[in-house]
């Protein structure tokens, strides 16, 4: 079992910058993929950004605003989150993937909120 908590939500007016971190714990192993989805309102989950050993990849809506970034040896992963905007509302996920148990973890989620 891996556990993962998230940090660094909040609220922010537009134009403006957090961080989010996620700490992964527990039976961690080999970790392929570590990365980040979002929900808001009314809105199915998507994919904002992920970290492997393949490379970053980035949901076109965040390119050029947001960056992902990984600390291996501490199992931790970070979003830096660069000129919000009101549509980044949402709750923010932190999951990895875990290749000794071939699934996806989930953290319970911070709440990011941009006001205009």
């Known amino acids: 079992q891996i556990y993962l908590f998230e940090s660094g939500g909040g609220e922010m007016q537009a134009g403006g910058s957090l961080m989010l971190s996620c700490a992964a714990s527990?039976?961690?192993?080999?970790?392929?993929?570590m990365g980040w989805h979002r929900q808001a309102p009314g809105k199915t989950r998507e994919l904002v950004a992920t970290i492997g050993d393949g490379g970053t990849n980035y949901a076109d809506s965040v390119k050029g605003r947001f960056t992902i970034s990984r600390d291996k040896p501490k199992d931790f992963v970070y979003l830096q989150m660069d000129s919000l905007r009101p549509d980044d509302t949402a709750v923010y996920y932190c999951?990895?993937?875990?290749?000794?148990?071939?699934?996806?973890?989930w953290g319970p989620g911070t709440q990011v909120t941009v006001s205009s």
């Open positions: 999951f990895v993937f875990s290749d000794d148990d071939n699934r996806n973890y």
């Open positions: 527990g039976r961690i192993g080999s970790l392929s993929v």
